[in-house]
């Protein structure tokens, strides 16, 4: 697929989901946060929803776990203008709260064609819930584990519907180290694990 090609289907993704009123979050939101980054990134992660920060600017991850992230992806010597991050939601859940079932099935769609368009080497997934969603729709059978027992562990995974094939690796969501700062050593450990995908590959 051409770039010129990538750049139109995620463009239209975006005016969808501007437009897009299947879930009630479009009533709260002040920004939808479709994605960004580069459109044919080696990585890709996906986080689980849109912050307080996030839905003003309608940029991914550009708070205070966005600055851990660009700290970590300092640490294995990549460029954030070089990955792709989106969520799994586009809208900011009321509070922060937990994504509802009819929102993920309403608003997943659309990252996972978001996938089959970058088609990266390596999805990242940032947090439990990510995890839990990537690893299922991929029919891994460990993705009803904790986040503490999938972090760092590479799962070679093929999309049902494309037959693309990846490498998912689950990590710690950034914000982690936000409350708890020795958890940041943990996070660039794992992160590792992206660095030495793409070596192998």
């Known amino acids: 697929m051409s770039e010129n090609e990538k750049d139109n289907l995620l463009l239209a993704i975006k005016e969808e989901v501007i437009r897009c009123q299947k879930c009630s979050l479009y009533k ?8 960004q980054g580069n459109h044919s990134a080696q990585i890709m992660f ?3 929803a849109p912050g307080a920060n996030e839905d003003k600017t309608g940029v991914p991850f550009c708070g205070e776990a966005g600055q851990i992230l660009n700290l970590l992806l300092v640490s294995i010597g990549v460029k954030r203008e070089d990955v792709y991050i989106a969520n799994i939601l586009k809208d ?7 994504p509802a079932p009819e929102e993920v099935k309403a608003c997943a769609p ?10 990266p080497q390596v999805i990242a997934t940032l947090g439990n819930h990510s995890a839990h969603f990537v690893l299922e729709y991929f029919g891994v059978p460990e993705s009803q584990l904790g986040i503490s027992q999938l972090r760092g562990r590479k799962f070679a995974v093929q999309d049902p519907l494309t037959k693309k094939h990846y490498t998912v690796i689950p990590l710690y969501h950034p914000a982690v180290a936000v409350y708890n700062r020795h958890r940041l050593s943990d996070l660039k450990n794992n992160f590792k694990a992206i660095k030495e995908q793409l070596k192998d590959e």
């Open 110 to 119: 659309y990252l996972l064609r978001q996938i089959a368009i970058i088609e």
């Open 92 to 98: 900011r859940p009321p509070a922060n709260r937990e």
């Open 46 to 48: 996906i986080g689980e």
């Open 28 to 35: 709260t939101r002040t920004l939808p946060v479709v994605g």
